[in-house]
């Protein structure tokens, strides 16, 4: 069975300093893995995702993420955090191959970022 | 485009009553999906459909229905609300069912069953 890790359920960092939010997986097979970031009252929205070649992803304002398949890891990164990256964040993989669509797109339970002025 | 629609944003019901969540997309996006968001639990996928006439059930369908007789509408039915069933529920849809395709979500609705 798939799943996804988050081990920190709050990251602070302070604004113009790098941040990182962690994620690993574990799945049988291959992984799609994606991230997805919530501000407060609102939908999820999409930042980036991996699903093949360079293992080093760029996404939205700014963020980027690294796989690491030996650590089954896809921690989200970013040179310099804003006040306003402030959110939840969510990770989530998919089974490359999987054949039920329904059951094999499993989160993470969300890490809170809190950037300080 | 309007992207992923859901009404009403916020709902309280009493045990036992029964309500429906609408979902609608402009997109013409072939896969829909019904989340719901428990703190510390990520989101846990209720049902899904992967075209018109097409659903499925997801990790934890128990109290709810859906049907998909359009494209663009996903409703979900909460047939005998209970208060294990207050939580945040989310529509998200994608272009296809594909694997690698990103959702798009919803705005959400914040259900209270008291």
């Known amino acids: 069975a798939q799943s996804v890790a988050q081990p920190e359920d709050q990251v602070n960092v302070a604004e113009g300093n790098p941040l990182t939010v962690k994620c690993t997986y574990s799945?049988?097979?291959?992984?799609?893995l994606f991230w997805y970031v919530q501000y407060p009252n609102r939908g999820l929205q999409f930042l980036l995702k991996y699903i093949t070649g360079d293992n080093l992803v760029k996404g939205s304002y700014g963020f980027e993420a690294e796989f690491n398949k030996s650590q089954t890891s896809f921690h989200l990164k970013k040179p310099s955090a804003l006040v306003s990256d402030s959110a939840l964040y969510f990770c989530a993989v998919r089974e490359k191959g999987a054949r039920n669509y329904g059951q094999n797109f499993v989160f993470g339970p969300g890490t809170r970022l809190s950037v300080l002025p | 485009n309007a992207g992923v629609t859901q009404t009403p944003k916020f709902q309280v019901l009493k045990t036992g009553q029964s309500m429906t969540l609408q979902c609608a997309q402009d997109?013409?996006?072939?896969?829909m999906s019904w989340y719901r968001q428990d703190p510390g639990m990520g989101l846990r996928l209720i049902h899904y459909s992967v075209g018109a006439g097409i659903t499925d059930q997801g990790e934890v369908p128990n109290g709810y229905n859906v049907s998909r007789s359009t494209t663009e509408d996903f409703p979900l039915r909460l047939l005998s609300a209970a208060p294990s069933q207050t939580s945040v529920y989310f529509c998200?849809?994608?272009?296809?069912?594909?694997?690698?395709?990103?959702?798009?979500f919803g705005p959400g609705t914040r259900l209270t069953v008291l």
């Open positions: 799945v049988s097979g291959n992984p799609y």
């Open positions: 998200a849809s994608s272009y296809t069912s594909g694997h690698t395709d990103t959702q798009y």
């Open positions: 997109m013409n996006h072939e896969y």
